[in-house]
C-alpha cells in the first residue's frame, strides 16, 4: 500500500461483516460507525447475541507484536479486576487478520463521559490509575515505543517542517517558537531528573473512560507506550491554576492508595502538555491523505491555524518556567 493510499479504501460494508464471520461471528448487518479516526471502530449487531465493537487498526501504524503487547497489558488488567476494555479471545486469538485488515473485537460497554467537577469523581479516577499504573509498573514494554522529547517533540516537529505544510510566512516563526518551547520542556526534564517509566494508558482523557454507577472503565489502550505516571494524570486537569491544584489534590488522594506517586513528576505537566501540542499538528499532518481528517479537521493547514498554534506554545514557554503544580 502506497503512503498515500487512503488507508481504509477497500474497508467496506461487505469486507467488514465477512472479516467478522471469518472468526465465526454471525453479524446481523446492522453497523454504527463510532468516533476514532486513527482506527476504524464499528458497534456491529449479531444475530445471535448483544452487539459487538470491533476495532480496524491502521495499516503500517504498529506490527502484529506491538499490538499484542498492548492486548497483553489489559489481560493483566482484567485478570486484577481493573475495569478496563480488552479484546476478545476467539479460537486462542485477540488479533486477527482478513482481507488485508487486522482488527479485534470487544464487547460493547455503556456509559457517559465522566463528570470531573462532580465531588469524589477525581478521587475515583485517581484511584483505578494508581491500580492501572501499579501493574504497568511490573514490568516493561519491549517492542511498544516510549513517550519522551525526542518521539513527541523532535521528530514531530522535523516532520512539520520537511513537508511544506507551515505556510511560508510563519515558517520561521513557528520554528522559532517551537525550538524555543523544546528548550523549555528540556529544562523541565532537567527538574524533574531521572523519572522511571511505566506501562501506561497513553492517552488518558475523559474521552477514553466511560462512567456508570459503578464508577468509571477505561478504554482504547491504542496508544499505550512506556513513559512518566504522570501522563495519564495531567489530562484530568483544567482551568485556572488554582483549580488544577485542588484537582490534581484530589486526583493524587485516590492514585497514592494503590500506587506511590513521584513529586518531582509534576515539573514534567507543562512539558507534557507542550509536547502533546507539537505531536497532535505533526498527527494530523501524516493522516491528512485519510479521507476522514479532512472532512473532520477543515481548518488544518489555514494560516488562523498555525497563527494559533504558536500563540499555544508561546503561552506554553511562559507556562513551563513556572513553578509546577503542587497539591494542597
Not at 488507508?7 to 453479524?27: K, N, Q, R, S, Y
Not at 516537529?157 to 516563526?173: K, N
Not at 496508544?223 to 488544577?244: C, F, H, T, Y
Amino acid at each position: 500500500m502506497s503512503d498515500l493510499t487512503p488507508p481504509f479504501a477497500g474497508l467496506t460494508p461487505d469486507a467488514l461483516l465477512d472479516a467478522l464471520e471469518h472468526v465465526g461471528l454471525h453479524p446481523s448487518g446492522s453497523l454504527l460507525a463510532l468516533n476514532s479516526y486513527e482506527n476504524r471502530v464499528y458497534q456491529v449487531g449479531m444475530d445471535d447475541a448483544a452487539p459487538l465493537v470491533v476495532k480496524f487498526y491502521r495499516p503500517a501504524r504498529w506490527s502484529d507484536a506491538q499490538i499484542l503487547e498492548e492486548h497483553q497489558f489489559v489481560s493483566e488488567l482484567i485478570e486484577r479486576e481493573i475495569p478496563v476494555v480488552g479484546a476478545l479471545s476467539i479460537d486462542g486469538r485477540t488479533l486477527h487478520h482478513h482481507g488485508g485488515f487486522r482488527f479485534a473485537v470487544f464487547e460493547r460497554r455503556g456509559g457517559r463521559t465522566p463528570e470531573l467537577d462532580r465531588e469524589g469523581t477525581l478521587e475515583w479516577m485517581g484511584r483505578f490509575l494508581g491500580r492501572i499504573h501499579a501493574q504497568g509498573g511490573t514490568q516493561a514494554y519491549t517492542l511498544r515505543p516510549h513517550l519522551g522529547i525526542d518521539s513527541f517533540g523532535e521528530e514531530p516537529l522535523d516532520y512539520l517542517l520537511a513537508h511544506a505544510l507551515i505556510p511560508v510566512e510563519l515558517l520561521e516563526v513557528y520554528r522559532g517558537v517551537a525550538m524555543q518551547a523544546l528548550e523549555g520542556v528540556r529544562r523541565c526534564y532537567q527538574r524533574a531528573g531521572e523519572i522511571a517509566e511505566l506501562r501506561l494508558h497513553g492517552d488518558c482523557h475523559v474521552g477514553n473512560v466511560l462512567w456508570t454507577d459503578a464508577g468509571p472503565h477505561f478504554v482504547d489502550f491504542d496508544d499505550s507506550r512506556m513513559g512518566p505516571a504522570v501522563q495519564d494524570l495531567w489530562m484530568m486537569l483544567s482551568g485556572e491554576r488554582e483549580e488544577q491544584t485542588r484537582q490534581l489534590a484530589d486526583l493524587l488522594a485516590g492514585y497514592e492508595d494503590f500506587c506511590a506517586f513521584e513529586p518531582r513528576e509534576l515539573y514534567l505537566i507543562e512539558a507534557l502538555r507542550t509536547l502533546r501540542l507539537i505531536h497532535y499538528s505533526a498527527w494530523l499532518a501524516r493522516r491528512w491523505h485519510d479521507p476522514a481528517f479532512p472532512a473532520a479537521f477543515p481548518w488544518f493547514g489555514s494560516q488562523r491555524y498555525w497563527q494559533d498554534r504558536i500563540l499555544e506554545l508561546r503561552e506554553q514557554i511562559a507556562l513551563m518556567d513556572e513553578p509546577p503544580l503542587w497539591p494542597v
